[in-house]
């Protein structure tokens, strides 16, 4: 184990991550969400991009073992396992607006209390890179599943992780990793749990290789992204 | 009025209260499109922000499109096709390679067309984000799955959106010959603006 931290419930966390790391995420309670992004530490302009990452891999959801792409078609990351068979791709990150029904609290009131959003949380970790609005792309939201119907429509699924619930990613490329354990955007209580985060030196993992040719494909790019 | 040929690009200003009508002139041709607020282009359409607001993943008649701040961008006002896409992304040279193999490498992709039309209003690669796929049939399921299957629409239908502010609106029409989001043959689309009444 190199680093271990857990991130409170609702707030954000960024990390440079070497090529080759296992980052375990832990739900250390009911009903967690993390909102993700990630963005290649060399070149930032190189952004996780949710669209073709979904397409290239066929999916409307965030699941072992698919690869997570950039704009550029590199795989950024893997993700080698979960306990879970769906993470949301496709609903964002809550704003100030979702946060507002269970009331927006100030420093000012509540100190470190104070109920942030993710994207207030993501934008502020951001900006520590020196990066602010023109680089917030769509996010996953690990351990959040939204279920679709056959007509397109989508309704969250509450309680759909329990503690303890987790998932493994696999660094494909240095990135640097946005998170906030802020509440989905669809959720309908203000209960963020922390996420323990624990990164290590990542075994060999040839799942995604085998999973579909795409997935083998942005991971032969990322072996490639700097000559 | 404007004709804008497979592979090429489009960006105009559309003024509040304004009207763009995008025709699929011959049919089953993808729209790949972008909208910015014309007087900050960082409040930018976002497609996983309009498709959680509206509890849809499918746009169509009356989808509010809004952007990163959650403004109303703009508004689909007229739809004679029924759905339209906005999960599927871009066609990107790079993504070309994921999904059909390196020999895909150095042909025509919407990135290059976004990024060339963009650059005319300042729209740059920071700026490029996730767009709607007029046209464009990407069926979602249940169990999680996505594919992209032949499209909707025939020729002469259109999609019509209104202004609710000053909008840069960019289209590339979309050269892929990969896979049946142009009926494997990229045709001509016609955009037309109108001006606030
Ligand atoms: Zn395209």
Redesign the pocket.
Same mark, same amino acid.
């Given at each position: 184990m190199l680093v271990a931290h857990d991130v409170p419930g609702g707030a954000a966390w960024s990390v440079r991550v070497r090529a080759g790391r296992e980052l375990r995420c832990t739900a250390l309670g009911p009903d967690a969400n993390l909102s993700l992004l990630l963005l290649r530490a060399d070149d930032p302009l190189d952004r996780l991009n949710v669209p073709d990452t979904l397409k290239a891999q066929m999916s409307a959801c965030v699941r072992a073992p698919m690869v997570l792409m950039s704009d550029r078609g590199i795989g950024l990351a893997t993700v080698t396992g979960s306990s879970l068979d769906w993470h949301d791709a496709l609903c964002g990150h809550s704003t100030d607006v979702h946060v507002a029904p269970f009331g927006l609290t100030s420093y000012q009131d509540v100190r470190n209390e104070r109920r942030v959003s993710a994207r207030a949380g993501l934008l502020s970790e951001l900006r520590k890179h020196g990066r602010d609005r023109a680089d917030l792309h769509g996010s996953v939201n690990l351990f959040s599943k939204v279920a679709l119907d056959d007509s397109g429509g989508l309704a969250r699924v509450p309680g759909w992780s329990a503690e303890g619930d987790w998932v493994t990613l696999r660094s494909e490329v240095e990135l640097l990793v946005l998170m906030s354990t802020s509440i989905h955007p669809l959720a309908t209580t203000w209960a963020p749990p922390p996420v323990r985060v624990e990164i290590s030196e990542a075994p060999a993992d040839e799942s995604a290789r085998l999973f579909r040719d795409e997935s083998a494909r942005a991971l032969e790019q990322a072996a490639r992204a700097v000559v | 009025m404007t004709v804008v040929p497979a592979g090429e690009g489009f960006v105009g200003l559309v003024r509040a209260g304004g009207t763009v009508r995008i025709i699929d002139l011959e049919g089953n041709q =993808?729209a790949?499109t972008l909208l910015y607020d014309a007087h900050d282009l960082d409040n930018r359409y976002s497609a996983f922000d309009t498709i959680r607001e509206q509890r849809s993943a499918y746009l169509t008649t009356g989808s509010q499109l809004l952007s990163t701040e959650l403004d109303v961008l703009m508004t689909l006002t007229a739809d004679t096709v029924g759905r339209h896409d906005t999960i599927g992304g =871009? @066609?990107s040279q790079e993504s070309n390679v994921l999904r059909y193999g390196e020999h895909t490498r150095h042909m025509h992709? @919407?990135r290059e067309t976004f990024l060339r039309t963009g650059a005319q209003v300042g729209i740059g690669a920071r700026q490029l984000t996730h767009n709607i796929n007029f046209f464009m049939n990407v069926p979602v399921t249940s169990d999680g799955g996505l594919s992209f299957a032949d499209g909707l629409s025939s020729p002469g239908q259109y999609v019509e959106l209104t202004a609710e502010r000053d909008v840069f609106v960019l289209i590339?029409n @979309?050269?892929?010959l990969n896979n049946p989001c142009n009926g494997w043959n990229p045709t001509p689309i016609q955009v037309v603006v109108r001006e606030p009444a």
């Open positions: - | =993808a790949d =871009a @066609c992709a @919407c590339s @979309c050269p892929q």
